[in-house]
DNA sequence: GTTCATGATATGTCCTGGACAAAACGGATT
DNA sequence: AATCCGTTTTGTCCAGGACATATCATGAAC
């Protein structure tokens, strides 16, 4: 395995890879006849398990040392506490990571239809959809879940959530809103339920998808009239950059159109001026009727 | 913009970006108070495009030498025939991308909509999105479309299919397909008119969506008990890495699984034992059935 | 004991410039 | 036309240095 298929599969860029072996002696992989570098299955496995961590918020220089304790220290981290059964919301997610585990995909989309019948669009989402993707996502960072099981959950619960937005109808009135992600940005569920939101309240929505360069959401926005310019930041987004982008985008935008910020990622970012953030999705609905009432007031 | 950023949105490596500059005198970046390059977005467009012409097949050494030339020839590579205003699909195609550039959210659902119940979804997929997804990559190449008009036609797309997908009855015969994309590879379109396609047929499909890592589609495809591991590769997947990809996948699943590949990426790819190479959509329902000759045959 | 500032350490990314293998090309030959 | 072979092009790899930023640790002030 040469150096891109380990940067491919582990996530660990190049540089990395290579300064790690310079500094911590750790991968060790063998050279080919041209002096290339050939990583062993299991140094990539190890690689692998150590991104997971680095991601959970470990050191990388505590974790060169210890050699299968980390296995165990995976699992103990979080060890998911004991369902409370009393709560029925808990118990549907508990009840889907389980149909996810055993890769029963027809009733995993069964269950995830039924409940969404039966506590109404608004309250699905916000109540089961939006934890549930919380406790999923802890899942897979303490390896109770593989890749392709997180993966496999996600799928499910995009086409459940487009298909519904689909038999909408499409709203048609105010405001005019606009959903994208920039660049960096690959997560495009919290996107996905905050349409639906705004779009089961009557609000136009206008989906890019992810990643549109920041200059281009200035276009979009202009182009399709919008009244808001909505972006979601996963905790994944590289903190360092969501200051820089959320500026550079409040100064391109015209100051009619509001800027709504969402997603686990922006609660690190420091309050600013004429942006508006929203860390949790009862405040998107919030922020709607607050918008609604503004502008009703000022016309 | 610094070198990542620009590795980002042209799909061009670092090292690729940093030996143009040396070898052909383009890019030429500025540099910040730290000696680290900073790309004007000019250059960073004109990277976009040399990368697209590249993937089409330019060489790169060719290009430099342009300077607006570019466009023209970009232009007159293929020319969007005047529409052969007999051709209804064609007729289709362009008024399609007339509403993609007014804006017409509305009309263009609409309008695709009206034309998938008319069509039938196999000949809607097969004679007009298929076509149409290339004649709005072109017109992006061309700069006829914004970024944003492409991202809003994907976007479109990708909800219509995937609503599709939800009100078909989900398949649950044989074979069992599985379908993702490796992590390099974001785009997802191709995928979703495969799994349409073959969820007509009856066949069964579980989408990963994109980017698993290869070890994981193995486990994946064995939890599942694929017969099928179905894969897409874009134009702009780096070529290099297409053959390892190919033959490390193949080595890791059992031969009882079937290796299929497709999307115009693949079209590089040589021939190879034990792995399907699909180029056209037309092929991926010959192939289903294929598969199910061979094993009605062997059984 | 808690909070804050400050210096030290850890860590990822960028840089330069060299090297090489695989692919693409261009003729010459069958 | 098709095939072969030397040449050029082109992307990726390597080494090792540098630096900005994040994180930790120490000590002072409340």
């Known amino acids: 395995m040469n150096i891109s298929a380990v940067e491919r599969d582990t996530g660990l860029g190049k540089d990395t890879l290579r300064v790690w072996e310079r500094r911590y002696g750790f991968p060790s992989p063998a050279r080919d006849d041209n002096g290339e ?11 692998r398990l150590m991104k997971r961590l680095i991601d959970q918020g470990h050191r990388p220089g505590r974790l060169f040392a210890r050699s299968d304790a980390e296995l165990a220290e995976l699992c103990s981290s979080r060890r998911p506490s004991a369902v409370a059964s009393d ?33 109404g ?63 960096e940005e690959l997560h495009v569920l919290g996107l996905l339920m905050v349409e639906v939101l705004l779009t089961l309240d009557g609000a136009s929505c206008i989906s890019l998808g992810t990643q549109t360069p920041v200059f281009d959401i200035e276009r979009a ?9 909505a972006l979601s930041f996963s905790a994944a987004f590289p903190g ?26 922006v609660q690190r970012l420091p309050a600013q001026t004429g942006v508006v953030l929203l860390s949790s999705l009862q405040e998107v609905v919030d922020a709607l009727a607050g918008w609604r009432s503004e502008r009703a007031a000022s016309n």
Chains 1, 2 share one sequence.
């Open 240 to 265: 360092r950059q969501l200051a820089g982008v959320s500026s550079q985008l409040r100064q391109l935008l015209p100051a009619s159109i509001d800027l709504w910020l969402g997603g686990s990622g």
């Open 221 to 229: 926005a202009t182009a399709h009239q919008a009244d808001i310019v």
């Open 87 to 119: 709560d029925p919301a808990a118990c549907l997610v508990d009840h889907t990571m389980q149909l996810i585990r055993r890769h029963d995909v027809a009733a995993l989309r069964q269950s995830l239809n039924q409940a969404m019948m039966r506590l």
């Open 37 to 47: 570098r050939v990583y062993p299955a299991e140094q990539v496995e190890r690689l």
């Open 121 to 183: 669009l608004q309250r699905f989402i916000v109540e089961i959809v939006a934890p549930m993707n919380h406790a999923v996502g802890e899942a897979w960072m303490n390896g109770e879940f593989e890749v392709f099981e997180e993966h496999l959950y996600t799928e499910q619960i995009k086409a459940l959530l487009r298909q519904v937005i689909g038999n909408l109808p499409a709203g048609s009135g105010r405001p005019r809103v606009l959903l994208t992600t920039v660049p």
